[in-house]
């Protein structure tokens, strides 16, 4: 069999191959570090916009957040960040309320589908609970998608990858709460409260904790 040659390369070519392919290797680490960054400057203002921010303001800045996210998105196909984009836009829409405020939440309906479809357990399963949360609040046919059925599938989808997180028990109390099951809702409540913190989360956590205690006051209201 006839072998393959090759153009010898010059030792000085070698070299700079090697050099090349370490630096390819440095590039990669880099990169998730930079996801990291990205993910946690984006949680960061969205807690800063979400729970600090008069509500008269939040609508201007979330528009600028959602550019932002959309963005580092189309530069990075991650889960991540397709996540957190959805996550802001669906935020976003309901500081802006209305009719108009539907583009949004169909929008991160698609974004948190694709990240179920790259990596269904990142951020421990976050898009199945955003996307749960969005059947449930979201009118149903013919105005929207709501779904209270798909709904607590995706939420228990979520509580199955984070059984102990506060977001995937808040908002399974939440739809809970909605659908008038007042004791299991307190019960989720509960649980979302004893959730350890999240690195780098603190506003959130706070802010998270007041939504779930005014929650637990109304779900009380009722037994």
Known sequence: MN???????????????CIALILLSGFALFGYADETTDIQQLQTRWADIKYHTPEAE???AFVALVTQAEQ???????????????IIRSTYAGAKGGLG?????????????????????AMNGSAYTSLGSLYYQVPGWPIGFGD????????????????????????????????????????????????????????????RRLEIEAAMIKAKKHL
């Open 148 to 207: 209270d059925k798909k709904a607590k599938e995706m939420l228990l989808k979520g509580l199955s990858y984070n059984p102990d997180g506060i977001d995937s028990n808040y908002f399974y109390g939440d739809y809970l709460l909605a659908q008038k099951n007042y004791q299991q809702a307190i019960a989720a409540f509960e649980k979302a409260l004893k959730a350890a913190p999240r690195p780098g989360r603190k506003s959130a956590d706070a802010g």
């Open 101 to 121: 405020a539907l583009d949004e939440v169909k929008q991160a309906k698609k974004l948190l589908e694709q990240a179920i479809k790259l990596n269904p357990a």
């Open 72 to 86: 580092l998105r189309k530069a990075n196909s991650s889960a991540p960040y397709l996540i957190w984009e959805a």
């Open 3 to 17: 072998r393959l040659h090759l153009p010898k390369i010059a030792a000085h070519k070698l070299f700079a191959h």
């Open 58 to 60: 939040q609508e201007k």
